[in-house]
C-alpha cells in the first residue's frame, strides 16, 4: 500500500526532469543550426549539380540530326510555337502529314519554327526532302 504512491511521486520528477532535458537539447540543437554560418556559406548554393542534363534538348524544340528528329515524339500545348534546330548540312522539313503545320525548308545549320494546331491529337510529320523521316507532335 504504501510503496505504491511513492514510486508514482518518484516517477513524476524524472519525467519532468527528462521532459527539461529534452527541451533543453532541443534548444542546443536549434543554437547550434542557428550559428552555423560562421562555418562557411550554405552549402546547398555550393552543391554542384551533378545532375543538371544539358544534353535533352529545350522545350518546344525539335532538333534535326543525322536524318532524324529529336526528340521523335513531341507534347505540346494547342498553338506553341516551335523551334525546329537543323544540325544536319543537308535541308529538312517539319511537315504535317495532314499539312496543318510546315516550317519550310530549313536549310543545314539554319533554324525554322512551326506552330502547333490548337486542336489537340496527335499529328504525324515527314520531311518533305527525306519522307522516311518521321516524327510525332503531340497537341494537348
Ligand atoms: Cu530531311
Known amino acids: 500500500m504504501l510503496t505504491q504512491p511513492t514510486t508514482i511521486v518518484r516517477s513524476r520528477p524524472s519525467t519532468i526532469l ?3 532535458l529534452l527541451a533543453v537539447l532541443g534548444l542546443v540543437v536549434a543554437c547550434g543550426t542557428a550559428s552555423n554560418p560562421s562555418g562557411g556559406p550554405a552549402t546547398s548554393g555550393n552543391t554542384p549539380g551533378g545532375a543538371v542534363v544539358t544534353t535533352t534538348p529545350a ?7 543525322n ?6 515524339s513531341l507534347t505540346v500545348a494547342p498553338g506553341t510555337k516551335i523551334t525546329v534546330i537543323n544540325e ?19 536549310e543545314g545549320g539554319q533554324r525554322g519554327e512551326v506552330t502547333a494546331p490548337t486542336t489537340p491529337g496527335t499529328y504525324p510529320y515527314i520531311c518533305t526532302v527525306h519522307p522516311y523521316m518521321k516524327g510525332t507532335l503531340i497537341v494537348q
Open 59 to 65: 522545350a518546344n524544340t525539335i532538333v534535326i540530326k
Open 18 to 20: 527528462f521532459t527539461m
Open 88 to 106: 544536319d548540312k543537308a535541308p529538312h522539313t517539319v511537315t504535317a502529314t495532314d499539312h496543318s503545320f510546315d516550317s519550310g525548308t530549313i
Open 67 to 72: 536524318f532524324a528528329y529529336v526528340p521523335p
